[in-house]
């Protein structure tokens, strides 16, 4: 399953820039089947980032492609094993699709600053 | 195109973070301008934006304690690890400032008389100034949330740069290393570190400097105040070059910075040739490079 | 007595007067370093640190053989510190805020703490006789309350203690604060000084801490300082002039009030003051 964060739902919603306090997630299932939930961490007053990567999680998404995901978030996205694309110049749910189908998008990971694990 | 963002730090304060930020933003011209000094907000002097909008910022939360249903037992004082709740006549005493809002007191209510109400940590403001938007904030002093203002300000900043496809989000950054600066820094295309030749000064400049490197932050160094000890310039000299990072300039000691914040003034401009001879467009150049090649 | 040195604006001076107090108020004193984000009071003493103490802040374990993976704790935390997916329970300790909640509704009992270091406190002598402690947070680190807290618990059996605070208003300055029998406030009579004083001395009214103000780098029209000081109260208990000769002193991490005989005069009347202020 992909999530990719988005400003509304419909057909090809914008991508929202946020994650953690993005408006809804659309959720894409091996069949192209889009459904959508809304993100009900976005208006926590901390570490939104996080919650709304256990929301995630617990709907079986295994990759995000986002534009840009704080460190916070990082943590339990990489202790989870979820795979995150960039979605660079993508600005709608269908071109990002269609950028991680063409292999074009960004693997995004290691190299992100990450908080301190103990 | 999508916006570049600089922001300016010091790790030890007074270096002259401010004046610096300041004097870069006649230079930029299609700019947005954010003062992340939440607890020490200072810009505004200098550039005097006219505000637009001022919202509260609500980041935290705080118990509130409903007298009408405490039995006074003492439970929540007993549990509070942050010394927020103290004995009172007719219910505990709820100190603001040191409650962070986790709730385990009303966990331990034996009367269901705590709830955590949001609370009012500060101000946000959105302006304009004569140089272009400005996006600044003031910590309600005594509050610990400066990151989370902080971030809402880039935020706001961000978007503001988007409506107006400004081309640079310049930021002013707060002192120290910790949340806030940390929150202003971490995705930014370039951390210019704006120190002075002192012990204290390098000392600091090598903790942020560390703090910027493990964010993977670009970073850059202004010299201000050179001339107080060529020791110390020879030092910080020396610390750029061994690990790579690229000395923008050295701005000397003088009065004329003094003299233009005294008199609310942006120092590159009202002392426009001290800086052009101390090689201010250089700088500006430099800049200008490093942002566009990452 | 506690006399905490504190600014608002970084870069007044605080370190400068604290280290110079110290320098002259005799032997039974501690001076405390609780800018513990950039502590820099240790530049201007000779002596090495005789003693090194982790500071820890704890964070929660849970027991996956005990868990029954209700996902309470998860939904208690406000910090997000906890998150409890299908798969597993991720706890992000730097998140935690140490508040105890998260074990007091598990169920199960699954939930014990653990500590990880996120800095030091550092103890020595400043001359001869006086305790010198300051703390360092590490870096990428969040908060320094904890550190803070750990330099105050220290020097208690000193006369008075002199206790160079962090800049700011937020949080750290609250901690540093807390108790203090005196604020000395260091401005300097600039714009930026004089705005970020205000903050400051919101602070200290909210927390009812007497307080006086030390004007440093004076030289400049003082007047729009001197009327909000009146308005406000505050009694202007000293200045030091910037000279470039101070400067360079500085700079070097010299003590002024053993390099000048005319600052070390001013320094031995202004801790006669305070002392007797407090």
């Known amino acids: ?118 | 195109m999508k916006h570049k963002e600089i922001v300016l730090i010091s790790g030890k304060g007074g270096t002259g973070k401010t004046s610096m930020t300041a004097s870069l933003i006649p230079y930029f011209p299609k700019l947005v301008i954010a003062d992340c000094d939440v607890d020490a907000p200072d810009l505004d002097i200098l550039l005097e934006p006219k505000i637009l909008q001022k919202e509260d910022f609500i980041a935290t939360a705080k118990a509130v304690i409903d007298s009408s249903k405490c039995i006074n037992c003492g439970n929540c004082i007993n549990v509070c690890r942050f010394n927020a709740l103290s004995p009172g006549d007719n219910t505990p005493v709820v100190k603001e400032v040191y409650c962070e809002g986790c709730n385990a007191c009303s966990l331990v209510c034996s009367s269901d008389a705590i709830s955590i109400a949001p609370y009012k940590t500060g101000e946000i403001f959105d302006s304009v100034t004569e140089f272009g938007p400005m996006i600044h904030a003031r910590l309600t002093p005594g509050e610990e949330v400066s990151g989370r203002l902080v971030s809402e300000v880039r935020k706001r900043g961000k978007k503001k740069a988007e409506e107006t496809n400004a081309e640079v989000m310049l930021i002013d950054g707060p002192p120290g290393i910790a949340c806030n600066v940390i929150s202003s820094i971490t995705g930014a295309n370039l951390a210019i570190i704006v120190t002075e030749p002192t012990t204290s000064g390098l000392h600091d400049l090598i903790r942020v400097h560390d703090t910027a490197k493990k964010l993977k932050v670009p970073t850059a160094v202004i010299i201000n105040k050179d001339g107080l000890s060529s020791e110390y310039s020879n030092k910080i000299v020396s610390y750029t070059e061994t690990q790579g990072i690229i000395l923008l300039g050295r701005i000397p000691l003088s009065n004329k910075i003094l003299d233009s914040i005294n008199n609310k003034k942006i120092p590159s401009i009202n002392a426009k040739d001290f800086f052009i001879s101390n090689g201010w467009e250089l700088i500006i150049n430099n800049i200008n490079k490093m942002i566009y090649s990452s | 007595m506690n006399i905490v040195v504190l600014s608002g604006k970084g870069g007044t001076g605080k370190t400068t007067i604290s280290v110079n107090l110290a320098n002259i108020a005799g032997s039974d004193i501690a001076l405390l370093d609780c800018d513990v984000e950039e502590p820099n009071s240790h530049l201007f003493c000779n002596n090495e640190f005789t003693s090194y103490e982790d500071v820890g802040a704890l964070y929660p374990v849970i027991a996956e053989d005990i868990c029954i993976h209700c996902g309470k704790c998860g939904s208690f935390c406000n910090f997000s510190a906890i998150l409890c997916t299908k798969k597993m329970n991720i706890v992000m300790p730097e998140m935690c805020h140490d508040c105890g909640g998260c074990s007091l509704v598990c169920p199960v009992d699954a939930i014990s703490y653990e500590t990880r270091t996120i800095g030091h406190i550092r103890r020595g002598l400043f001359n001869q006789e006086q305790q010198f402690i300051d703390g360092i947070l590490n870096i990428g680190e969040f908060s320094s309350t904890k550190i803070i807290e750990k330099v105050l618990s220290q020097g208690l059996d000193a006369k008075h203690r002199i206790i160079d605070a962090p800049p700011g208003s937020a949080c750290a300055a609250v901690e540093t604060v807390e108790g203090a029998d005196l604020a000395l406030i260091v401005t300097e009579p600039t714009p930026f000084a004089l705005s970020d004083m205000k903050m400051v001395v919101e602070m200290l009214e909210n927390m009812k801490i007497p307080a006086a103000v030390f004007i440093n780098k004076s030289g400049a029209d003082e007047t729009e300082l001197l009327e909000y000081c009146k308005a406000k109260e505050l009694k202007v208990v000293g200045r030091l002039p910037f000279f470039k000769e101070y400067g360079e002193v500085y700079a070097k991490g010299g003590l002024l009030s053993s390099e000048f005989p005319e600052v070390n005069k001013l320094f031995v009347t202004l801790w006669r003051d305070l002392v007797n202020e407090a």
């Open chain 1, 1 to 118: 399953m992909i999530a990719i964060p988005v400003k509304d739902t419909g057909d090809n919603p914008e991508v929202d820039e946020r994650f953690g306090r993005c408006a809804f997630f659309c959720i894409i299932d091996d069949k192209g089947t889009k459904t959508f939930i809304e993100n009900s961490a976005k208006d926590l007053s901390s570490g939104a980032g996080g919650q709304a990567v256990s929301i995630l999680a617990n709907n079986d998404v295994d990759v995000i492609i986002a534009p840009h995901i704080g460190p916070k978030s990082m943590t339990p996205i990489l202790e989870l094993g979820i795979k995150v694309f960039s979605v660079g110049n993508a600005k709608t749910v269908s071109e990002a699709l269609e950028g991680l189908k063409l292999n074009i998008l960004k693997a995004v990971g290691e190299e992100k600053p990450g908080l301190r694990r103990v």
